[in-house]
């Protein structure tokens, strides 16, 4: 590895261990073995360099929100499928050192990490591009703006929701089983109400 992939692993294993705060220059440095002049050379600053470790860290997560393939047994769109999906993505939420932590990190102290803040909202519509076929079948590349800004949008919100419940609150943050019941009533309600599920 070069020093900008020693540093985005340095950076990653800081963040899981410090945060977005608590990290500095120099941790990462000692952490990857290279020198201060790299962050700047190869990031332009810490927290560009933090804001894409963190990004990286989730796009880790990916193989764990599909769990391992099984994801695939459910018919793309069901109620089946959106709890099994759900149910992944909140396994990775109890993890110990759970990388949403640093989520709620971003989201408490936004003003005082303006860098990350910025580069992570605009991560936001392509989290949600994402999303969107492990729920509701086909390929990531063929999701259009429109979709990922609504329905991506409403994942990533959804999302955003559970990782503060389970970082807040564990005990009392639903299980996928809950989310997928509510959102058979909300069906069953705009059904009953004419309106489109």
């Not at 796009?59 to 994801?71: C, K, L, R, S, Y």
């Not at 109620?79 to 109890?94: L, P």
Request: proline share 4%; with cysteine.
């Amino acid at each position: 590895m070069g020093h900008r992939e020693d540093l985005l692993e340095g950076a990653k294993r800081c963040l899981l261990a410090k945060g977005f705060v608590r990290t500095t220059a120099r941790d990462i440095v000692k952490e990857s073995g290279t020198n201060l002049a790299s962050i700047g050379y190869h990031y332009g600053s810490k927290d560009a360099l933090l804001a894409q470790a963190y990004v990286s860290l989730v796009e880790g997560m990916g193989d764990a929100f599909d769990g391992d393939g099984t994801v695939d047994d459910t018919a793309p769109g069901s109620t089946e499928r959106f709890e099994r999906v759900w149910a992944n993505i909140i396994g990775t939420m109890k993890e110990p050192g759970s990388v949403w932590r640093l989520s709620m990190e971003v989201l408490a102290l936004g003003d005082r990490l303006p860098e990350v803040r910025d580069r992570l909202a605009a991560a936001q519509r392509e989290a949600g591009r994402g999303l969107v076929p492990l729920l509701m079948g086909g390929r990531e590349e063929d999701v259009s703006d429109e979709t990922a800004d609504t329905l991506g949008a409403f994942y990533v919100t959804l999302m955003t929701g559970l990782i503060a419940q389970w970082t807040f609150d564990p005990k009392s943050a639903p299980e996928a089983g809950q989310l997928a019941e509510g959102l058979r009533r909300l069906i069953a309600a705009a059904g009953a109400t004419g309106g489109a599920p």
